[in-house]
């Protein structure tokens, strides 16, 4: 039974959004880039595990996508892609779709990835989710939900990914492809047997867990330490991801690939939805899509029907919180 649905996290939409309106030569950039390339491997790789997880005997398991974990200090959250809550066992897993060859140095506890002839080493996902099933496991002895086994998993989800390992690795039994899952949970279930959380136990776990979920919703041009100036202005092409489309008498144009749009300004508006914020006035507008007048700002205000507050002059006008789903009404 699925409690927490997959979506895409908001803070892979940031990222997205970041990376699309920053420079390729920007000094943030290749951050900015690793980050979001990791998140939607993560994500990727969930999103490819959703056939396996209908192998589950639907009222045995509780299905969590992406939760966001306060450990026990309430400062540091650790983030879990999958969990699965049985009566008789938890099951931490996280998800890679990362290519190519992928080799576990159990020496210095990293993973390196061979692609396309480059190397680029990761942090070990073992260690990773080992730290993660004791964060969750004092999590839950705070909250006195009985003592129960916390499995650990760590999917590879690239049907052509290559994995290997050195001979120091000892983590073997936590490391699978996709098609080994069904083949793990049994092995899992044989290995714990006891029931150990009754209905009452698991709903009351279940309702935890959503409550302490705290989605990843930083400023993240705080976070990265960017500037508003620093960002690429201009109505961005829904089609290539150029800026910016060139505004002509009746819609939008784009350069680079000849897209036509009277709405190609929504996808933008949600960019800045992303990076800046809910509350936008005529004057932000004017100056995040690089309009050259306000008339053309009150238009576009008039079109989306926002809430707002204050009078004419000072509006401030309120962006929905699910701003996708809310301009996709206009497209
Ligand atoms: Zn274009």
Request: positive net charge; contains cysteine; hydrophobic residues 35%.
């Amino acid at each position: 039974m699925i409690k927490k649905e997959l979506k895409i996290p908001m803070r892979i939409k940031k990222l997205g959004a970041l990376l699309k309106r920053l420079s390729e030569t920007y000094p943030k950039f290749k951050e900015n880039s690793d980050e979001y390339h990791r998140r939607m491997s993560g994500y990727r790789g969930e999103q490819s595990l959703q056939y396996y997880l209908t192998f589950l005997k639907e009222n045995n398991y509780f299905i969590f996508h992406n939760l966001r974990l306060p450990d026990i200090s309430g400062k540091h959250f650790f983030e879990i892609d999958i969990l699965l809550i049985s009566p008789t066992f938890i099951l931490i897993i996280d998800a890679k779709h990362y290519r190519g060859e992928l080799y576990f140095d159990g020496k210095f506890d990293q993973l390196i990835q061979i692609y396309t002839d480059t190397k680029k080493s990761y942090p070990c996902p073992v260690a990773q989710i080992t730290r993660h099933q004791h964060q969750l496991k004092r999590l839950l002895e705070t909250f006195k939900i009985p003592s129960i086994p916390i499995e650990t998993l760590v999917i590879f989800t690239n049907p052509n990914s290559i994995i290997n390992a050195s001979t120091d690795f000892k983590h073997y039994n936590k490391v699978i492809k996709s098609p080994s899952f069904i083949q793990k949970i049994e092995l899992f279930e044989k290995r714990n047997r006891e029931e150990v959380l009754d209905r009452k136990h698991l709903l009351k776990l279940s309702r935890i867990l959503l409550k302490l979920h705290t989605p990843h919703d930083q400023d993240i041009l705080a976070q990265f330490n960017i500037k508003q100036d620093d960002l690429i202005k201009g109505v961005r092409c829904p089609k290539c991801n150029k800026i910016p489309m060139k505004r002509t008498p009746r819609s939008w144009h784009c350069a680079h690939c000849s897209y036509v749009s009277k709405i190609a300004y929504l996808k933008s508006i949600a960019d800045y939805s992303f990076l800046i914020g809910n509350t936008i006035t005529n004057q932000k507008l004017c100056d995040f899509l690089r309009l050259s007048s306000r008339t053309g700002a009150k238009t576009i205000f008039k079109t989306l029907h926002l809430e707002h507050k204050g009078d004419l002059k000072s509006r401030i006008y309120i962006l929905p919180k699910n701003i996708e789903s809310f301009l996709m009404k206009y497209e």
